[in-house]
C-alpha cells in the first residue's frame, strides 16, 4: 500500500522517515497515531526490507528476510499500534523449536508447555538435565524479561549497568541480607550475565546434545556462543515458554502490511521507489533529497536505513567530513553472518524418532535447530572467520506451511534454512555466483541428513547468499544485524557511543532508527518505537 505521488513534495512534514523496513514503518505508525504528519521514503519497490514477503516462486508466499518473530511479540508495539485491529494475526509456535535425534538419543522438542519439555528432555538427556533446565527458566525469565524491557528504551550507562548488575533481582533480594552479601550476589549474577554462552551452558547441564540446542537458539543474533557475553542471548529461550515465536499468518511480511495499514488509516504516506540521496538542512528544518531530484522537507528526520548508508546521505547533505569519517572507521560491520535457502517442495521434511503426543503439524511449527554438538558450530564459524565456506552448514529449518496453508500452493510446502555462517567475500577469490549454487547444495544436504528424501522432494529452489542480502536488502556486508551484535557494540555502543542515543551529534533534529542502532537487529520493532516516540516528543516542544 504506497500513497500517489504528491503534488508539492517540499510541503513541510512533522517527520521525515528514511528506509520502509519495519522499524522505520514502526516509528512512521507512532508518528501517525500521535497526530503527526510523516512521509517514509524507501528505495525499494517492495516496502519492509527484511521484513516482507514476495512470490518468489509461482503459488508461493516467500519471506525475503526474517520469517519467525521471537522478540516483538514480547514488545508494547503490537498493542500499542493496535496492529490487531488492521488485520496482524500470529500463529503461536508450538512446538517453538526442537533438536533432532541422533544415533544415541531421541530428539528434544521444545514446547510452550515446560512440563512437556522437560518431559522430553529427560527422555533424550535424563532427569538431571530435565530438572535443571526447570532451574534455568525459572532463573532466567525475570532476566530476560528486564534486558526486553532495557531494549524498548534508549540505551544510557545507567540502563546498561541496571541490566548487566541487578537485572533478575527482585527488590526483596536486592535488599535481604548484609551490604557485602548483596554485592556478592549482583557481581555474581553480573559475571554470569558477562560470560560467554559456552560458560553458561557449561554450568547449568550435561547433555552436549542440549547445550548445541540452546547454543544454536543463542546463535542466531551472529557472535559465537564463545564470545563474551553472548550468556543472555541464551537466557531468552526462557521467554519461549511465557509467548512463543509467532508466525505472521501470510508471511512475515504481514506484519509490514499492517504497519502499512496503520499509517495510511493515520493519514501518513509511505513512497516506495524513492531513493534517498542526501540528508541536508532545508532552512531551519531538514531535507531529505531524492534520486528524482525531489525535496522532502521535515521538522525531524529519522533515518532508519543502515548506518552506513545514513553517514552516506549526511555527507553528501554537507555534514562535517572528518567527523563521519571518524564513526565509519570505528564501526565494525562485520563479514556477514550466513545465507538463506527457500524451498518448494512436494512433502514435508521426515524426521526420525518424533513422539507420538505432537499436535498435527508435528514439529512444523518450530525452529529446526540441526546440530548435535557445539563443535559443529564452532568449525562453521571458524570456516567463516577466514573467508571458507563451512564444510557442514549449522541450519535452523522451518516449514511453516505446516501451519499456514496459504504459504504454498495445495499440495505442496515452503521451507526456509537459514545457514550461518557464511563470510560475504571468499578468500579464495571466488564470487558468490559462483559459489552459490555449492553452497545451496550443502545446506539441503544437511537438511537431508536429518530427514531423509527431502531432496527429491525439492520443486523450486533459491539461495539469498551474503551477496545477495546486501544488493535486495541493503544488509551491508552481507550481515542481517547491520554491525556486530558483539558487547563492544550494543546498548551505549551502538552502532557508536557519539550516536547511541539515537541522536547524531551537530545534526539536532535527525534521528536513528534501524539495526544498526540500539537494541540491534532481529524483529523487534525497539528501534523505531525509541526513535518514533523522541520524535513525536520533538514536534511536542516544538510546537509548545
Known amino acids: 500500500m504506497t500513497s500517489p505521488p504528491m503534488t508539492s513534495p517540499h510541503r513541510l512534514t512533522d517527520a521525515v522517515v528514511v528506509g520502509g523496513g519495519h522499524n522505520g514503518l514502526v516509528a512512521a505508525a507512532y508518528l501517525g497515531r500521535a497526530g503527526r504528519s510523516v512521509r517514509v521514503l524507501e528505495r525499494d519497490t517492495v516496502p519492509g526490507g527484511a521484513v516482507s514477503t514476495i512470490e518468489r516462486f509461482p503459488g508461493y508466499r ?67 538435565d530435565a530438572a535443571a533446565y526447570r532451574d534455568f527458566v525459572a532463573t532466567w525469565t525475570p532476566r530476560a524479561e528486564a534486558l526486553m524491557r532495557s531494549f524498548y528504551q534508549p540505551a544510557t550507562p545507567g540502563r546498561f549497568a541496571q541490566a548487566f548488575g541487578t537485572l533478575g533481582t527482585t527488590a526483596t533480594t536486592a535488599r535481604r541480607g548484609p551490604i557485602g552479601a548483596r554485592s556478592g550476589r549482583m557481581l ?16 547449568w547441564f550435561r547433555s552436549e546434545q542440549l547445550k548445541a540446542a540452546l547454543a544454536w537458539f543463542g546463535a542466531q543474533s551472529g557472535p559465537p556462543m564463545n564470545a563474551p557475553a553472548t550468556a543472555p542471548m541464551i537466557g531468552f529461550a526462557a521467554l519461549m515458554h511465557r509467548i512463543p515465536p509467532g508466525r505472521a499468518v ?9 504497519l502499512l495499514r496503520r499509517i495510511d488509516s493515520d493519514g501518513g504516506e509511505v513512497r516506495t521507489a524513492s531513493t534517498a540521496t542526501e540528508i541536508g538542512r532545508c532552512g531551519d528544518h531538514w531535507r ?25 546521505l549526511l555527507l553528501a547533505g554537507g555534514f562535517d567530513a572528518d567527523l563521519l569519517t571518524r564513526w565509519r572507521s570505528q564501526i565494525v560491520v562485520g563479514t556477514g553472518i550466513g545465507m538463506a535457502v527457500r524451498l518448494g517442495t512436494r512433502d514435508l521434511p521426515t524426521y526420525r524418532d518424533l513422539p507420538g503426543d505432537l499436535p498435527a503439524h508435528g514439529v512444523h511449527s518450530g525452529l529446526g535447530l540441526l546440530v548435535s554438538d557445539r563443535a559443529h558450530l564452532r568449525r562453521a564459524e571458524a570456516a567463516a572467520a577466514v573467508g571458507e565456506l563451512p564444510a557442514r552448514p549449522a541450519c535452523v529449518a522451518m516449514s511453516y506451511s505446516a501451519i ?47 530427514a531423509p528424501g527431502i531432496t527429491d522432494s525439492v520443486e523450486h529452489r533459491f539461495g539469498q547468499t ?34 547511541s542515543d539515537h541522536t547524531v551529534p551537530g545534526a539536532d533534529g535527525v534521528l536513528l532508527a534501524g539495526a544498526s542502532t540500539h537494541p540491534g537487529g532481529g524483529v523487534t520493532g525497539a528501534s523505531g518505537r525509541i526513535a518514533g516516540l523522541a520524535a513525536v516528543a520533538r514536534t511536542r516542544r516544538r510546537r509548545r
Request: proline content about 6%; aromatic content about 6%.
Open 250 to 258: 501470510g508471511g512475515s511480511g504481514a506484519l509490514t502490511e499492517a
Open 404 to 450: 499456514d496453508p496459504s504459504l504454498a500452493p495445495a499440495d505442496r510446502h515452503l521451507i526456509t534454512l537459514w545457514a550461518q555462517w557464511h563470510p560475504r567475500r571468499l578468500a579464495d577469490g571466488t564470487s558468490w555466483s559462483a559459489a552459490e549454487h555449492f553452497a545451496t547444495d550443502a545446506i539441503i544436504a544437511e537438511l537431508e541428513r536429518h
Open 188 to 203: 555474581s549474577l553480573t559475571q554470569e550475565l558477562m560470560s560467554s554462552g559456552d560458560a553458561l551452558l557449561d554450568r
Open 466 to 499: 551474503p551477496e545477495f542480502l546486501e544488493s535486495e536488502l541493503g544488509l551491508v556486508g552481507g550481515n542481517i544485524m547491520h554491525v556486530e551484535m558483539s558487547i563492544d557494540q550494543m546498548f551505549m555502543f551502538r552502532p557508536h557511543p557519539d550516536l
Open 62 to 128: 516467500v519471506d525475503r528476510g526474517s520469517s519467525a518473530h521471537l522478540m516483538i511479540r514480547h514488545s508494547p508495539v503490537p498493542d500499542e499500534l493496535s496492529l490487531s485491529a488492521v488485520g496482524l494475526t500470529y500463529l503461536d509456535c508450538d512446538p517453538w523449536a526442537f533438536c533432532p535425534a541422533t544415533d544415541t538419543t531421541g530428539p528434544i522438542v521444545f514446547r510452550t508447555d515446560l512440563d512437556a519439555t522437560c518431559a522430553s528432555i529427560e527422555r533424550a538427556c535424563g532427569p538431571e
Open 288 to 312: 531529505v533529497r531524492t534520486a528524482d531530484g525531489e525535496g522532502h522537507c521535515g521538522r525531524t528526520v529519522i533515518s532508519a536505513c543502515h548506518i552506513m548508508t545514513t553517514l552516506e
